[in-house]
């Protein structure tokens, strides 16, 4: 059974940094796509950023291209998100998520994440 585990949030200043990490286990083979999210209260829940675990394929929502960068250490069973640049648009609770795929290009899509953490929260004061 895949396990996630978010860590790293907290509260900055607009122009700041944090980096995120999330603590996998569960994972039989590297045809997984693994991504972060976030939400905010009365918001659909938004795809920020995804990485294919047997490869490179990264993918990023527009709003935070040049600013986020999404990495993972398979070595460790960690996947990162390092935020620079931080805007208050940026605050809301991020998770860790996974889903199954045999192809890398499949991560380009936000749609069918069936593992998911438990969040962090990230706020983002001006």
């Known amino acids: 059974q895949v396990q996630l585990v978010e860590s790293g949030g907290g509260s900055v200043q607009a122009g700041g940094s944090l980096r995120l990490s999330c603590a996998t286990s569960g994972f039989t083979d590297s045809r997984y796509c693994m991504s972060w999210f976030r939400q905010t209260p009365g918001s659909e829940r938004e795809r920020v950023a995804s990485?294919?675990?047997?490869?490179?394929?990264?993918y990023y929502a527009d709003s935070v291209k040049g600013r986020f960068t999404i990495s993972q250490d398979i070595a460790k069973n960690r996947l990162y998100l390092q935020m620079n640049s931080l805007k208050p648009e940026d605050t809301g609770m991020y998770y860790c998520?996974?889903?199954?795929?045999?192809?890398?290009?499949?991560?380009?899509?936000?749609?069918?994440?069936?593992?998911w953490g438990q969040g962090t929260q990230v706020t983002v004061s001006s």
């Open positions: 998520a996974a889903k199954a795929s045999l192809f890398g290009g499949l991560c380009a899509s936000g749609q069918l994440y069936n593992y």
């Open positions: 990485i294919y675990r047997g490869g490179a394929n990264t």
